[in-house]
C-alpha cells in the first residue's frame, strides 16, 4: 500500500464535499486586529460567537487608549532626543569656548613674558614711576641703553613704517 500524508487521504474521500479555501474562514479584523468586523464570516462568528456592542465599544476605547499612549511615548522620547542634542551642543560650544580663552590667556602670558623681558621697558616705567614725565623718560631710556637698541624694540616687537607691530609669539 502507498503512504498518502493525512490531508490528501483526508480530502480524496469526501464524499460530494468542496474544497472551500481557507481563506474564507479566517476571521476578518477591526483596525485593533483584535476585535472581529461586523462582516466576519469565519467559522466562530458563523457559530453565533460574535462581539457584542458593549464588547466592541471596550475594545475600540482600549485601542485608542494604546495609540495615545503609544503615540505620548513617542512624543516624550523625541522631547528628551532634542534635549540630549540641545546639551550636547551647548557642551560644544562651551568646549570652543573654553579653548578660545585658553589660548586667549595664552598669548598674553606670553607678551606678559615678552614685555618682562625687555629691560628698555623696565627702565621706562620705573622713571615714570618715580615721577618724570613721559618725554623725558623716553630720553633718558635712550641715553641710558643706547640708541642702537631703538632699531630692533623691545622683545617680541619689530620696527614697522608708523610704529611697532607685534612679532608672532611663534617666530
Known sequence: MQFRPYTEHRYRHRPMGRNLSLLAHLPR??????????????VRCDAGFVPSEQERVAAQRRWEDRRARSTAARALARRQERARVKVAAVEL?????????DDRIGALRAARARVAADRRLALLQALRQSGMPLSE????????V????FLVGPAGFEPAAYGL???????
Open 29 to 42: 479584523l477591526e483596525a485593533d486586529g483584535v476585535m472581529h468586523r461586523r462582516d466576519c464570516e469565519c
Open 93 to 101: 560650544q562651551l568646549d570652543r569656548e573654553a579653548r578660545e580663552v
Open 137 to 144: 623718560a623716553l630720553v633718558e631710556v635712550d641715553r641710558r
Open 146 to 149: 643706547g640708541s642702537d637698541s
Open 165 to 171: 607691530k607685534v612679532r608672532s609669539s611663534t617666530s
